[in-house]
T-cell receptor, first 114, second 111 residues
């Protein structure tokens, strides 16, 4: 079956713009999490959604937001982009998000802010 | 902060078993041990996870000590394609979708 799909794979934005990234989880998975990966900070958790509700949130400013749709697909948005937002953004999905679930990652979206 | 401690780097000869250790001395009873690996510029790849029994799949084996304070990931016959950063993560339901990644172990498989 298809894995976690993220679009777009690569994008370049200008400071001050906003960006929306999309994630399609594995069929049947209702939990979707987002992560940011940078060389300096490593992999950091942004937020998690389950059945259209945000259940958990990392320590990121309010410029980072997300949502989940009724079909479990998720989007994340970053407004007023800063140079430091350049990163690999990863989406992960699992059936329930509970311990013991297998959690799969997508290939990520590479965002460059210039 | 990550609840695991891993050596920053390890080498392994191609064709030999790679044994990657992980310490998780503060693990709680309902927390699982997960292993992922990440090859440069790709998303983390799920390898295996377990609670207290040893686990094996087509990729690797996971050995968890009886006191659950440490574990070892075993790649039985390492190939050059196994060169990657390996992450050991402790995950419980209270984390609610949040995997906490440490610095991981960079495994270099050499010919």
């Amino acid at each position: 079956k298809a894995g976690v799909t993220q679009t777009p794979r690569y994008l370049i934005k200008t400071r001050g713009q906003q960006v929306t990234l999309s994630c399609s989880p594995i069929s049947g998975h209702r939990s979707v999490s987002w992560y940011q990966q940078t060389p300096g900070q490593g992999l950091q958790f942004l937020f998690e959604y389950f059945s259209e509700t945000q259940r958990n949130k990392g320590n990121f400013p309010g410029r980072f937001s997300g949502r989940q749709f009724s079909n479990s697909r998720s989007e994340m948005n970053v407004s007023t982009l800063e140079l430091g937002d350049s990163a690999l953004y990863l989406c992960a999905s699992s059936q329930e998000g509970t311990s013991g679930n297998t959690i799969y990652f997508g290939e990520g979206s590479w965002l460059t802010v210039v | 902060d990550a609840k695991t401690t891993q050596p920053p780097s390890m080498d392994c000869a191609e064709g030999r078993a790679a044994n990657l250790p992980c310490n998780h001395s503060t693990i709680s009873g309902n927390e699982y041990v997960y292993w992922y690996r990440q090859i440069h510029s790709q998303g983390p790849q799920y390898i295996i996870h377990g609670l207290k029994n040893n686990e094996t799949n087509e990729m690797a084996s996971l050995i968890i000590t009886e006191d659950r304070k440490s574990s070892t990931l075993i790649l039985p016959h390492a190939t050059l394609r196994d060169t990657a950063v390996y992450y050991c993560i402790v995950y419980g339901s209270s984390n609610t979708g949040k995997l906490i990644f440490g610095q991981g172990t960079t495994l270099q498989v050499k010919p």
